[in-house]
C-alpha cells in the first residue's frame, strides 16, 4: 500500500491543498500526518478539516500531533516556545474551533504503523520537544530502533526533509524532490519536510539550476511531502509550488 506522508503543515491549506492535489496521481490508499497541523498559519480550522477529510477517504489513516498542536490544550508550555510561536499559539487559540481543539487533543504523538515501521512527531524518544538533525541525538535513537526492531522511523518536527541511515551519525542525506530511497533492515529515520512552512528549500537550487522547477518566489512556493511504498519499503520525497500571496495577505492582517 502507498501512504501520502505530509508534516507540519501549520495552518497552511494552500500549501496543504496543493499537496493533496499534487498525490493524487500516485492513487495513496494510507494516509499519515507527522502532526503541526496548527500554528504559525492563519488557517487552523481549515487544514484540520482537509486532515479529517484525507483520513476518513484513507483505507489506513495515521494521524498524529506535534508541538504546536500540544500547546493548544497546555500540554507544552507556551514558555517552552520562542516569540514568534507563542503569538502564533495565542492567535490559534482565538481562532480555532472547540471541535478542532477537541480533536487535536484525541491524537497521539507517536504510532507504530507495522512491525518495522515507527513514526513520531519528533524524536522518537521525546516526540514533541526532540529535533533530530543526524547527530548524536539521531545515533542514540538508532540505537532505540535497534533494540526495538523497527527498521525504518518517520519524524517531521525540523521542517528539513532528510533521510539518515546506517548505525554511524554520519549518514545523512538532505533529499532533493525526486529523490527516493529503497530500505533494507539498516535502520533508516525519513523526514518528508514540512508542508506549510518549510525552513529550508531541499534540493531547490539544483533543481532549479537543471531548469526541473522555477525559482522559489512567493508566487512559486515549495510545500514538501513524501509517498512511502509500504510493501515495496520505498520512500520518494516531492515538493509542489503554489502562490503564497495569499497566505501572506492573511498572516499580515493577523499580525503573524
Ligand atoms: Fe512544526
Known amino acids: 500500500m502507498k501512504f501520502l506522508v505530509v508534516s507540519d503543515i501549520h495552518a497552511n491549506p494552500e500549501a496543504l491543498s496543493a499537496v493533496l492535489g499534487d498525490a493524487l496521481q500516485e492513487d495513496c490508499?494510507?494516509?499519515l500526518c507527522l502532526g503541526d497541523i496548527t500554528g504559525y498559519g492563519p488557517d487552523?480550522?481549515?487544514c484540520v478539516r482537509l486532515v479529517l477529510a484525507q483520513a476518513r477517504d484513507a483505507e489506513?489513516?495515521?494521524v498524529l500531533s506535534g508541538n504546536h498542536d500540544a500547546a493548544l490544550t497546555g500540554k507544552i508550555p507556551v514558555e517552552w516556545f520562542n516569540a514568534h510561536a507563542q503569538r502564533s499559539v495565542q492567535y490559534t487559540r482565538s481562532v480555532i474551533s472547540e471541535a478542532s481543539v477537541e480533536w487535536l487533543d484525541s491524537l497521539e504523538h507517536t504510532?507504530?504503523?507495522d512491525n518495522a515501521t515507527w513514526a513520531s512527531h519528533g524524536s522518537p524518544l521525546e516526540p514533541l520537544t526532540g529535533y533530530l538533525w543526524g547527530g548524536l541525538e539521531t545515533a542514540?535513537?538508532?540505537s532505540w530502533m535497534t533494540d526495538s526492531e523497527f527498521s525504518l522511523c518517520f519524524c517531521g518536527h525540523t521542517h528539513e526533509a532528510a533521510l539518515y541511515y546506517g548505525k554511524a551519525r554520519k549518514k545523512v542525506i538532505a533529499p532533493a524532490p525526486g529523490d527516493a530511497a529503497v530500505f533494507s533492515d539498516v535502520p533508516a529515520i525519513v523526514n518528508p519536510g514540512s508542508v506549510g512552512f518549510p525552513r529550508t528549500f531541499?534540493?531547490?537550487?539544483a533543481a532549479v539550476?537543471?531548469?526541473r522547477v522555477p525559482p522559489v518566489s512567493r508566487a512559486s512556493y515549495p510545500a514538501y511531502y513524501a509517498i512511502w511504498n509500504q510493501t515495496e519499503r520505498t520512500v520518494s520525497w516531492r515538493e509542489v509550488?503554489?502562490?503564497r500571496r495569499p497566505l501572506e495577505e492573511r498572516l499580515s492582517r493577523a499580525g503573524l
Open 140 to 142: 542514540i535513537v538508532f
Open 241 to 243: 509550488r503554489y502562490d
Open 202 to 205: 531541499n534540493g531547490a537550487k
Open 209 to 211: 539550476r537543471k531548469g
Open 111 to 113: 504510532a507504530r504503523l
Open 60 to 62: 489506513m489513516a495515521f
Open 44 to 46: 487552523p480550522d481549515a
Open 29 to 31: 490508499r494510507g494516509f
